[in-house]
């Protein structure tokens, strides 16, 4: 037992001394404090800057698209389900290193809903308001329109939890998962992008995975 015991303690040090290593990069980048880190099964760590998770339901849940759109949008979940879905799977690679293979999503492609809104001319990047009151994101026009890109419901077949941004949380495919927007409560067309919570900390804008390594767009690769 005392042997055991033993084991337990290094191996105990040396997971954590490894969850040190991966959280560095949030702690380093966040001098507010504010960031917390939520265990979760199925390999995801559940992150929230504002140190809770924030909750709407279905009923109350409202999207707002505006800024540079000839059709301000107002929608609601059940506005969101009755567009045409589209479904990918893909993983979820968070910048701090960890991942999640092949996630199952469901939802809105970001472009079905730019389309409904009419982009005006001018309107060249996003942000992104989480109902958190904190969080921000961006997206270019380009990356914007790329079909792996999802205003998503559903995740890992069934709808999104509050863990998880629901009721309806932005995906980006191709990027690390800051970029995917939890809590999603407003998407606004902008003359240029207005960089995000993290990366007005000092993240990539273009938060592309594989960026480190060189490339633009792994996901052209």
Known sequence: MVGLGAVGIVAGARIQN?????????????????????????????????GSLPSE????YRLTVDGLVNNPLTL????????????LISDFQCVTGWRVPKVHWTGVKLSDILD????????????????????????????????????????????????HGGPVRLYVAPMYGYKSCKWLSRISVVPKVVPGYWEQLGYDVD?????????????TD
């Open 18 to 50: 490894a969850m040190n290593t991966v959280l560095a990069p949030l702690e380093a980048a966040d001098p507010t404090g504010l960031s917390q880190l939520i265990p979760a099964a199925g390999g995801f760590r559940i992150y929230s800057v504002t």
């Open 57 to 60: 339901s279905e009923a109350v």
């Open 76 to 87: 609601t979940e059940e506005d969101l389900r009755a567009m045409p879905a589209t479904s």
């Open 116 to 163: 409904q809104a009419g982009v005006k001319p001018g309107g060249a990047a996003l942000t992104f308001d989480s109902f958190d009151g904190q969080y921000t994101e961006s997206l270019t026009m380009s990356q914007a329109m790329r079909p792996d890109v999802l205003v998503a419901y559903d995740m890992l077949g069934a709808p999104v939890t509050r863990d």
């Open 207 to 219: 938060a592309w995975v594989g960026h480190s390594n060189g490339r633009s767009d792994p996901a």
